[in-house]
């Protein structure tokens, strides 16, 4: 794939685990984002980055932690997660000079709390 | 902030009518808005998209429309076919041009 990439594309884990999600974008673009996108509700925007400094945290859970080493990769560390967290977790990139606003998304990662 | 509010959740047509989905914001200073499809099982994709200096835009079959005195965009699909069934969000962008509001989503059904 291009673009926007996302691993695994499938997770299933206890509420005990560990696991992280990796986003990978291959456009150049210089914001990223977190979305969670639950069974009938609009996607929530979780997480920005812009210039790889986080610029928006809505109200997530501690549970939940982002990494942005670098203008091409953002994680999204998890731990001790419940299972309304389960969900389809999307990440998006978009540049700011240029044509403004428009987002890629990725695959998203779709997650299976037990 | 910003409030999108999208309707209606579903729509159903017959191969051929037109579609319009409609979808509201509350905060002025929003200035772009893009129309995203989803399909089953797949990433939601940009299909049109319109700024706030302009009143409508359209690319073949699809055409937006905004409103921005009643704060009010609309997606109008004209000709539609099967495979135009999925999920449309729309979404505003506010001040802060990283923040994006999303709808929560119109489910089209285009029936053969």
């Known amino acids: 794939e291009t673009g926007v990439t996302q691993t695994p594309r499938h997770l299933v884990m206890g509420m005990t685990n560990k696991k992280s999600l990796k986003c990978e974008q291959h456009?150049?673009?210089?914001?990223m984002y977190w979305y969670k996108q639950s069974a009938k509700k609009p996607l929530e925007l979780m997480f920005v980055?812009?210039?790889?400094?986080?610029?928006e945290n809505n109200s997530v859970p501690s549970r939940f932690s982002p990494e942005c080493p670098n203008s091409s990769h953002l994680f999204l560390h998890l731990h001790t997660l419940q299972p309304e967290d389960s969900a389809l977790y999307l990440c998006?990139?978009?540049?700011?000079?240029?044509?403004?606003?428009?987002?890629?998304f990725g695959p998203g990662t779709r997650l299976t709390v037990l | 902030g910003e409030n999108v509010e999208q309707h209606p959740s579903t729509l159903s047509v017959q191969e051929g009518d037109s579609a319009v989905i409609k979808c509201t914001y509350s905060d002025s200073a929003s200035n772009y808005f893009p129309w995203y499809k989803q399909e089953l099982g797949k990433r939601p994709q940009l299909i049109i998209d319109i700024r706030s200096n302009v009143g409508e835009k359209k690319d073949q079959r699809i055409a937006v429309t905004l409103n921005k005195t009643a704060k009010h965009f609309s997606l109008h699909i004209t000709e539609t076919q099967p495979e135009d069934s999925a999920v449309y969000f729309c979404a505003a962008k506010g001040y802060n041009f990283n923040k994006f509001y999303f709808g929560s989503g119109t489910k089209l059904n285009v029936k053969p």
């Open positions: 456009l150049g673009h210089n914001a």
């Open positions: 998006a990139s978009s540049q700011a000079q240029g044509r403004p606003g428009e987002q890629f």
């Open positions: 980055y812009s210039l790889e400094e986080r610029v």
